[in-house]
């Protein structure tokens, strides 16, 4: 087709249970389907239909790839069942096993269901590994939403650790956890992390943007896992541009911290969420200038308590109102929720009290976390750190919501009535 004589699109869908496709496409074809006419526009001609009214308003914001100078995916493992695990311990000992050479390939592959690829060789890995100190490569590692557990964080046996920019989350910080597309606006695109990450942390393809570049001073080594060096540099990774924006919008100088916080609390609002839907679904989430400083200082301290909450940091998650009240195996064997009296069961006769329907369905990303946790532990005892901690992720979820309200309540009246 020239470009003088363009091709028309026309859409049309179908919903429902199949036996009413069926008698509907029976009695319709292609002359009598009600059809969208479609205008496919740059970049990304789509061929269903969008509302892009909000185009123009939206890409004045700025996107986080442009508000972060280093920012990147996730941590890769491709073998979670050798590289990951629930406690510094049990990595340890799967680690003295994988290295033990008086065991054949073979029976080590059995054991952890893993085999040589393209890039990585089971022989030749667990030879590396016997010439390191796999204590000093075990790390903490944030695996999923509120889900921490220990990684081996070495090239011998992740297959992408990302050292590159990851080191700046082996020291004190924070990073913000986004993704590039979403399938669902209900669920939440953004978190928080103080640590090393996995690249499923909160979908199939999470990317971390560290608060600061933190370079440890004097250091020889690219990653001085041995010994952690007290003194360090610490730099935003913030870029010179977006610090210009947002200086000239402000009639003061905020911190690092004060801009990090403003934005984790607008990718938190509902209202920014329902407003830039489309948009958020096709690309990384646009961060709107604030227009004044009083807005700016009340977002970001919003901000701080919902990353304080997500980190379990907040001093109001001490008293969770959240009960396990019996004893037995704590055996997670069967996870259902019993949504009349408010009940998370793990086997027949234990459970967590006091968890609502809006908290058990609550989403970070792809996951439905209080479920999830849950599920991943399926046929292991939870300890009694594990007990504690589900218990104030569900306050911290219910806490989440309220102070989503309360973004939604500043952000809603500076951005959308205008």
């Given amino acids: 087709m020239s470009e003088k004589k363009l091709a028309k699109v026309y859409y049309a869908d179908l919903w429902g249970l199949r036996d009413q496709k069926y008698a509907y496409l029976f009695d319709h074809d292609v002359k009598t389907t009600r059809w969208h006419k479609l205008e496919p526009a740059p970049p990304y001609y789509f061929l269903v239909p969008k509302d892009f009214a909000l185009q123009a308003q939206y890409e004045k914001f700025w996107k986080v790839t442009d508000i972060f100078k280093e920012w990147g995916s996730g941590i890769i493992t491709r073998r979670d069942t050798l590289a990951v695990a629930f406690q510094r311990n049990e990595l340890r000992n799967k680690m003295l096993m994988f290295s033990n050479p008086d065991l054949p390939d073979s029976a080590v592959a059995e054991t952890y269901k893993i085999g040589d690829t393209s890039e990585w060789k089971l ?36 297959s992408r650790t990302c050292k590159g920019w990851m080191k700046y989350l082996l020291r004190e910080n924070l990073a913000l956890v986004t993704t590039r597309v979403i399938t669902d606006i209900e669920e939440k695109g953004s978190f928080v992390s103080s640590q090393i990450g996995d690249i499923h942390i909160i979908s199939g393809q999470s990317y971390f943007f560290p608060l600061y570049l933190v370079e440890p001073v004097g250091a020889i080594h690219e990653l001085p896992l041995q010994k952690e060096i007290s003194k360090a540099r610490r730099i935003p990774n913030f870029t010179p541009e977006f610090l210009a924006a947002i200086r000239e919008s402000l009639a003061s100088e905020p911190t690092p911290e004060e801009i990090f916080y403003y934005i984790y609390a607008i990718l938190y609002s509902p209202s920014y969420r329902k407003r830039y839907e489309e948009f958020l679904k096709i690309d990384f989430p646009r961060v709107p200038l604030p227009s004044k400083d009083r807005l700016f200082k009340d977002l970001s301290n919003l901000g701080k308590e919902l990353a304080e909450l997500h980190l379990l940091k907040a001093p109001a998650l001490s008293e969770t109102g959240i009960g396990f009240p019996r004893g037995g195996s704590n055996m997670v064997e069967r996870v259902f929720y019993d949504e009349e009296n408010r009940k998370v069961f793990i086997n027949k006769g234990q459970y967590f009290e006091g968890i609502s329907r809006e908290v058990w369905c609550y989403h970070i990303g792809a996951y ?3 479920e999830k946790y849950l599920k991943d532990r399926k046929g292991r005892k939870l300890s009694l750190d ?33």
């Fill in 123 to 158: 022989s030749k890995a667990r030879g590396q590994v016997r010439n390191e100190r796999p204590k000093d490569l075990i790390r903490e590692y944030h695996y999923r939403p509120w889900d921490f557990r220990y990684v081996y964080y070495s090239d011998s046996v992740v």
């Fill in 368 to 370: 439905q976390v209080m």
């Fill in 386 to 418: 594990e007990i504690n901690h589900y218990m104030r992720v569900a306050k911290a979820i219910r806490s989440t919501t309220e102070l989503q309200q309360k973004i939604d309540d500043v952000f809603n009246p500076a951005y959308l009535r205008d």
